[in-house]
Protein backbone atom coordinates (compact mmCIF):
# COMPACT_ATOMS: atom_id res chain seq x y z
CA UNK A 1 0.00 0.00 0.00
CA UNK A 2 1.42 3.80 -0.77
CA UNK A 3 1.02 6.77 1.46
CA UNK A 4 0.87 10.25 1.14
CA UNK A 5 3.25 11.98 3.97
CA UNK A 6 2.68 16.00 4.20
CA UNK A 7 5.92 17.63 6.09
CA UNK A 8 5.55 20.53 7.98
CA UNK A 9 2.63 23.17 6.23
CA UNK A 10 2.43 25.07 8.83
CA UNK A 11 2.11 28.88 9.03
CA UNK A 12 5.71 29.74 9.94
CA UNK A 13 6.84 27.98 6.76
CA UNK A 14 4.29 29.77 4.37
CA UNK A 15 5.07 33.62 3.64
CA UNK A 16 3.85 35.70 6.64
CA UNK A 17 5.30 33.69 8.83
CA UNK A 18 8.86 33.32 10.64
CA UNK A 19 10.92 31.32 8.69
CA UNK A 20 8.91 31.51 5.45
CA UNK A 21 9.62 29.11 2.14
CA UNK A 22 9.33 31.41 -0.99
CA UNK A 23 6.73 30.60 -2.99
CA UNK A 24 5.24 27.68 -0.15
CA UNK A 25 1.62 29.14 -0.47
CA UNK A 26 1.70 28.30 -3.98
CA UNK A 27 1.89 24.10 -3.25
CA UNK A 28 -1.08 24.16 -1.07
CA UNK A 29 -3.62 23.88 -3.93
CA UNK A 30 -1.34 21.01 -5.54
CA UNK A 31 -1.17 19.39 -1.80
CA UNK A 32 -4.67 19.32 -1.73
CA UNK A 33 -5.73 17.65 -4.94
CA UNK A 34 -2.72 15.29 -4.20
CA UNK A 35 -4.59 14.08 -1.57
CA UNK A 36 -7.70 12.41 -3.13
CA UNK A 37 -5.52 9.85 -5.22
CA UNK A 38 -4.58 8.50 -1.61
CA UNK A 39 -5.88 6.27 0.58
CA UNK A 40 -3.79 6.77 3.42
CA UNK A 41 -2.69 10.53 4.07
CA UNK A 42 -1.12 11.44 7.24
CA UNK A 43 1.25 14.64 8.15
CA UNK A 44 3.96 15.86 10.45
CA UNK A 45 4.23 18.96 12.20
CA UNK A 46 7.08 21.36 13.87
CA UNK A 47 6.10 21.65 17.01
CA UNK A 48 9.13 23.21 19.42
CA UNK A 49 9.07 24.25 22.73
CA UNK A 50 10.11 28.48 23.48
CA UNK A 51 13.35 27.43 25.04
CA UNK A 52 14.35 25.00 22.06
CA UNK A 53 17.92 25.08 21.29
CA UNK A 54 17.47 25.62 17.43
CA UNK A 55 16.57 28.96 18.07
CA UNK A 56 19.27 31.33 17.39
CA UNK A 57 17.56 33.66 20.07
CA UNK A 58 18.14 30.92 22.76
CA UNK A 59 22.35 31.59 21.74
CA UNK A 60 22.97 34.85 22.78
CA UNK A 61 25.56 36.56 20.97
CA UNK A 62 25.18 33.80 18.01
CA UNK A 63 22.62 34.90 14.61
CA UNK A 64 20.04 33.75 12.60
CA UNK A 65 21.21 31.15 10.00
CA UNK A 66 24.99 31.19 11.77
CA UNK A 67 25.81 27.46 12.08
CA UNK A 68 27.36 26.35 15.73
CA UNK A 69 27.79 22.67 17.00
CA UNK A 70 25.48 21.47 19.18
CA UNK A 71 25.69 18.09 21.27
CA UNK A 72 28.28 17.01 18.47
CA UNK A 73 26.06 17.91 15.58
CA UNK A 74 26.25 20.43 13.22
CA UNK A 75 23.33 22.83 13.78
CA UNK A 76 21.75 25.79 11.96
CA UNK A 77 20.45 28.46 14.22
CA UNK A 78 17.05 28.95 13.00
CA UNK A 79 14.07 32.08 13.93
CA UNK A 80 11.80 31.34 16.29
CA UNK A 81 9.22 29.12 14.61
CA UNK A 82 6.80 26.66 15.20
CA UNK A 83 6.11 27.14 18.55
CA UNK A 84 3.56 24.72 20.58
CA UNK A 85 0.06 26.10 20.62
CA UNK A 86 1.32 29.04 18.44
CA UNK A 87 -0.56 30.08 15.31
CA UNK A 88 2.80 29.71 13.66
CA UNK A 89 2.62 26.33 14.49
CA UNK A 90 -0.76 25.61 13.26
CA UNK A 91 -1.54 24.20 9.78
CA UNK A 92 -1.96 26.33 7.29
CA UNK A 93 -6.12 27.43 7.15
CA UNK A 94 -6.22 26.53 3.39
CA UNK A 95 -4.82 23.25 3.46
CA UNK A 96 -7.16 20.57 3.49
CA UNK A 97 -6.57 18.30 7.11
CA UNK A 98 -9.96 16.12 7.07
CA UNK A 99 -7.95 13.40 5.49
CA UNK A 100 -5.12 13.49 7.84
CA UNK A 101 -5.34 9.84 9.73
CA UNK A 102 -2.55 10.49 12.13
CA UNK A 103 -0.54 14.01 12.67
CA UNK A 104 3.54 13.14 13.96
CA UNK A 105 5.19 15.26 16.06
CA UNK A 106 8.94 16.41 15.82
CA UNK A 107 11.44 18.72 17.39
CA UNK A 108 9.78 18.36 20.79
CA UNK A 109 13.26 17.89 22.87
CA UNK A 110 14.39 21.12 23.46
CA UNK A 111 18.13 19.83 23.68
CA UNK A 112 17.60 18.40 20.25
CA UNK A 113 16.18 19.40 16.54
CA UNK A 114 14.58 16.88 14.36
CA UNK A 115 14.13 17.96 10.94
CA UNK A 116 13.30 14.26 9.72
CA UNK A 117 9.65 12.94 10.49
CA UNK A 118 11.10 9.75 11.85
CA UNK A 119 14.21 10.19 14.10
CA UNK A 120 15.69 13.43 15.34
CA UNK A 121 18.62 14.66 14.03
CA UNK A 122 20.83 12.40 16.20
CA UNK A 123 18.73 9.09 15.05
CA UNK A 124 18.65 8.48 18.90
CA UNK A 125 14.51 8.96 19.21
CA UNK A 126 11.63 7.93 16.83
CA UNK A 127 9.28 9.58 16.48
CA UNK A 128 6.71 6.03 15.86
CA UNK A 129 6.08 6.80 12.19
CA UNK A 130 7.88 3.85 10.85
CA UNK A 131 6.27 1.42 13.16
CA UNK A 132 2.83 3.19 12.63
CA UNK A 133 3.28 2.80 8.79
CA UNK A 134 4.59 -0.93 8.57
CA UNK A 135 1.61 -1.65 11.00
CA UNK A 136 -0.41 -0.30 8.32
CA UNK A 137 0.78 -2.28 5.62
CA UNK A 138 2.33 0.90 3.73
CA UNK A 139 5.44 0.15 1.89
CA UNK A 140 5.26 2.60 -0.69
CA UNK A 141 5.83 6.69 0.86
CA UNK A 142 4.84 9.81 -1.31
CA UNK A 143 6.83 13.14 -0.27
CA UNK A 144 5.57 16.26 0.07
CA UNK A 145 5.36 19.92 2.13
CA UNK A 146 8.34 22.16 3.08
CA UNK A 147 11.19 22.45 3.33
CA UNK A 148 12.16 20.68 0.40
CA UNK A 149 16.16 20.93 1.39
CA UNK A 150 15.34 20.03 5.62
CA UNK A 151 12.50 18.60 6.97
CA UNK A 152 11.53 17.05 3.29
CA UNK A 153 15.13 15.70 2.37
CA UNK A 154 15.60 14.25 5.50
CA UNK A 155 12.12 12.40 6.11
CA UNK A 156 13.15 10.60 2.64
CA UNK A 157 16.75 9.91 3.26
CA UNK A 158 15.27 8.48 6.47
CA UNK A 159 12.56 6.41 4.51
CA UNK A 160 14.76 4.84 2.25
CA UNK A 161 17.04 3.86 4.98
CA UNK A 162 13.97 1.78 7.02
CA UNK A 163 13.20 0.30 4.00
CA UNK A 164 10.27 2.26 2.25
CA UNK A 165 10.64 3.36 -1.22
CA UNK A 166 10.12 7.03 -1.31
CA UNK A 167 9.12 9.06 -3.87
CA UNK A 168 8.89 12.96 -3.85
CA UNK A 169 6.64 14.66 -5.88
CA UNK A 170 8.73 17.57 -7.01
CA UNK A 171 6.09 20.22 -8.24
CA UNK A 172 4.61 19.90 -4.35
CA UNK A 173 7.15 21.17 -2.34
CA UNK A 174 9.55 24.33 -1.94
CA UNK A 175 13.28 24.72 -0.77
CA UNK A 176 14.49 27.31 1.44
CA UNK A 177 18.16 27.24 -0.50
CA UNK A 178 17.63 26.12 -4.18
CA UNK A 179 21.55 25.45 -3.83
CA UNK A 180 20.68 22.73 -1.17
CA UNK A 181 18.25 21.30 -2.96
CA UNK A 182 19.97 20.34 -5.94
CA UNK A 183 22.54 18.48 -3.89
CA UNK A 184 19.15 16.84 -2.03
CA UNK A 185 17.55 15.64 -5.23
CA UNK A 186 21.14 14.10 -6.28
CA UNK A 187 21.01 12.48 -2.58
CA UNK A 188 17.80 11.11 -2.89
CA UNK A 189 17.84 9.38 -6.04
CA UNK A 190 21.92 8.16 -5.33
CA UNK A 191 20.00 6.46 -2.14
CA UNK A 192 17.33 4.85 -4.24
CA UNK A 193 14.56 7.16 -3.98
CA UNK A 194 12.55 8.60 -7.19
CA UNK A 195 11.58 12.27 -8.14
CA UNK A 196 7.93 13.09 -10.03
CA UNK A 197 5.66 15.20 -10.88
CA UNK A 198 1.88 15.52 -9.32
CA UNK A 199 1.04 14.92 -12.79
CA UNK A 200 2.04 11.73 -13.33
CA UNK A 201 -0.16 10.33 -10.18
CA UNK A 202 -3.39 11.23 -12.74
C1 LIG B 1 12.30 22.91 9.05
C2 LIG B 1 14.10 24.21 9.59
C3 LIG B 1 13.78 24.14 10.94
C4 LIG B 1 11.48 22.25 7.98
C5 LIG B 1 11.96 22.80 10.38
O1 LIG B 1 10.29 21.94 8.21
O2 LIG B 1 12.02 22.04 6.87
N1 LIG B 1 13.36 23.61 8.66
N2 LIG B 1 12.71 23.43 11.32
ZN1 LIG C 1 12.04 23.50 13.32
Not at 74 to 101: I, M, R, Y
Not at 109 to 120: L, T
Not at 170 to 195: P, V, Y
Amino acid sequence: MKALVIIDMQNDFIPGGSLAVTCGETIIPIINKLQEKFELVIATQDWHPRDHSSFAKNHPGKKEFENIQLNELEQTLWPVHCVQNSFGAEFHADLNTVKFEAIFRKGTNKEMDSYSGFFDNAHLKSTGLAGYLEDKGVSTLYFCGLAADYCVYYSIMDALKEGFEAILIEDATKAISEEKFIEAKKEILQAGGSIITSKELD
